[in-house]
């Protein structure tokens, strides 16, 4: 059983640019919520997706969006890339929106803005 | 806004020594409580959560418990290995509901 599942797994971009990162969820989940982990900081909640709509979302600007697929799968974008969008991207699913749901995480998607 | 105050690291410890890293967290209403841990190179992992005041969530010899009155959350175990070598992090889940909100991570370092 594959679990969350990550593309690509480095990503280097320049300013201005814009970026997809995707995600599979782990087998039986529906939920997806995307993360950016700064280099030694913990994990910051970007948003969640469930039943194909951002159902949540966190204090990042619209120049991040996303996007949930009929099979559960997700895509991040990214637009008018910053130096300061350089992370970590973590995607974790769930089988269900809830507060007490455990999250599966995928390994991530490194992302360097030159 | 709600927020979560890990201990900062890196902690440096000897095989079979006493763990402990401070977790404290600010939240309206009772939010549900977790500890995941990174592995070098790997995602995270869920290792022990408490969902209501005086659980105790276990796991793999790590404890820990959610004392509302001290509003607190500090991760234990008794004797660590080598392989226990990651970063810890505390993270709570509030009213919203599946959005977690993260520590900044406490580094662990066992050595033999």
């Known amino acids: 059983d594959a679990g969350v599942t990550q593309s690509p797994t480095h990503l280097i971009k320049t300013r201005g640019q814009q970026v997809t990162l995707r995600c599979s969820p782990k087998?039986?989940?529906?939920?997806v919520s995307w993360y950016q982990q700064a280099l030694g900081q913990g994990p910051q909640f970007i948003f969640q997706y469930y039943e194909e709509e951002e159902r949540q979302r966190g204090n990042f600007p619209d120049r991040f969006s996303g996007h949930q697929f009929p099979n559960y799968s997700s895509e991040l974008n990214v637009n008018a890339l910053l130096l300061g969008d350089s992370a970590l991207y973590l995607c974790?699913?769930?089988?269900?929106?809830?507060?007490?749901?455990?999250?599966?995480f995928g390994s991530g998607t490194q992302l360097s803005v030159l | 806004g709600d927020s979560v105050t890990q201990m900062e690291g890196p902690v440096t410890l000897s095989e079979e020594a006493f763990l402990t890293i401070n977790c404290t967290y600010t939240a309206t209403g009772y939010p549900s409580l977790f500890w995941y841990v990174q592995y070098p190179g790997e995602g995270l992992q869920l290792l022990l959560k408490a969902t209501k005041a005086d659980d105790k969530g276990s796991n793999k010899g790590f404890e820990a418990t959610y004392r509302k009155e001290t509003t607190s959350f500090h991760l234990e175990k008794g004797s660590v290995q080598v392989s226990d070598s990651a970063v810890y992090f505390c993270?709570?889940?509030?009213?919203?509901?599946?959005?977690?909100?993260f520590g900044q991570g406490t580094e662990l370092s066992v050595k033999p």
């Open positions: 974790a699913s769930s089988v269900a929106p809830g507060r007490d749901e455990k999250l599966f």
């Open positions: 993270a709570l889940s509030g009213n919203q509901g599946g959005k977690l909100i």
């Open positions: 087998s039986g989940h529906d939920t």
